[in-house]
């Protein structure tokens, strides 16, 4: 039996793949206290274990997986990584750009002082630094070298197994670093700092909101008196009677009739109003001055939830105490932003500025978000449709352009199909963000891209590699995972001091610029959970898109360096 099923995988190493796929995102869901092996180092582990029957991978497969991950990390993150390298996101961005080179530096210095060949130091620094992705552009850069084919099929078999030696430490250790280890070091107590900075920038926590009976939005109805203050004021003066609230009044019921409310509308003795705003201002606020009425065809407002892709010039970079003020925000409500490659959620300060590439997620009634999405940007509704032309067309580009080679100085010189895939995806996901009418790929499909297609080229590698494994593991042996903590502890310690000291961050989001420049979600989600607070998120979406994309060209430029 066992060798039919053998024999039935050598036949077909398609079916190798899929087993190691199915393997790999099962074993890799499993997490003790959000910190786990990951999809990525379980599969490359169950495509090892089964390589060792001997399975033979050819054709485009690898590298057609490959270019598909490239491409969507790029356009994930473009909008991000352009912003950073443009605008006012450019502290954050050089932080990353600091943080990517201590990242190379102990790398190099681990492979040097190790002993390690070429192959060995591209695995150990792609799992020390939790850049898979690096390894891709390593062989791009090991076929490319003037070596025999034997000597570079040694390489890349060394290359998985000191990245799944020093992968481990890699995840664990830098997030232990940084959530645990980091405020220790750097002397902050991380709850503290981000009350201080929700506090500095006019926020406060609330508890419920979606999934709860509680809601932070309200509509309720009052009847104006005869006596009442807004009598004979227009809707707008008197919302700004109450210039510290946001507070609209949307429709009216004059005797039997019921009418929308525009800014101009004039209020009278006797109308009952129905108004939208904050619960607590609504009940301790209005309630306690005014008479409130059960008047359910009033209150029957037609309303939308919408998410709105940020396109304006006009709206980029503004803060949110700003966009409220524009004459389009009345009656519009905001109840989340989402930003960048890993959808971090952006804390609501009256300070946040929003950034062509969020997606605001906007309520009131359908008129009002209507006018604020014309303004803002493009309506992003869901869809399960991908614009594959794009996709396709887009890697194309990039690819042909990536596999040109350059001579300078009679050195050949090439961004490879893979680099230049990921350029084109940084390209073409920062002309989305600008001209949203094209190119839409939906969230599930980017994941899709982004795991699957890493994970299928990671499958390949182990299972072409499986073989020498373990004699790999035997030469390599415990000197190198020491040599990876090494290369993933320095370059975090020296990260922690240069943002507090160097670049003076906040102490809230000193961590999460830390997490989003070594590309470390598990540690972000430590750090909040620690904090209690979404605050240092504020630091991971800048540097994340930086250091993706550097991190990755680093494993090209660190085999350039060792030969």
Known sequence: MFEWFADTLRQYPEIAIFISLAFGYYFGSFTYKGLGIGAVTATLIAAVIIGQIGISVSGPLKPFFFLMFLFAIG???????????A??????????????????AGGYLAARFGGYDVGSAAGLYAGSQTISASMGLATDAINRLPIPGEQAKAFLDAMPVAYAITYIFGTLGSAVIIALLGPALLGIDLEAACKRYEEKRGGTKVAGGPGTAWHQFDLRAYRVRQDGIIVGKTAADAERMLPEQRIYIERLRR?????????????QSGDVVAVAGRREVLVGLIGTAAEEVDDRELLAVPIEGLDVYVTSKDADGKSLADLAQSPWARGVFLRKITRGATAIDIPILPSTKVNRGDILTLVGRN?????ATKAIGYPDRATDVADVMFIGGAIAIGALLGAIVYTIGGVPLTLSTSGGALISGLFFGWLRSVHPTFGRIPSSTVWFMNSVGLNVFIAIVGISSGPKFVAGLQQLGFGIFLWGIFATTLPLILAMYAGKYL??????????AVSGARTTTASLGMVTDRAKSQIPGLGYTVTYAVSNTFLTIWGMVLVMLLT
Do not use: H, N
């Open 87 to 104: 605008k006012d996101g450019l502290p954050q961005a050089l932080f990353a750009v600091v943080v990517c080179v201590f990242c190379l």
């Open 367 to 371: 008129q009002d978000v209507s006018a």
């Open 255 to 267: 005797g039997t009739d019921v009418m929308d409310v525009t800014a101009d509308t004039v209020i």
């Open 75 to 85: 356009y994930a993150v473009g909008p991000q990584f352009v912003r950073g390298v």
């Open 503 to 512: 670049f003076r961050f906040d102490d809230a989001i000193v961590l999460g």
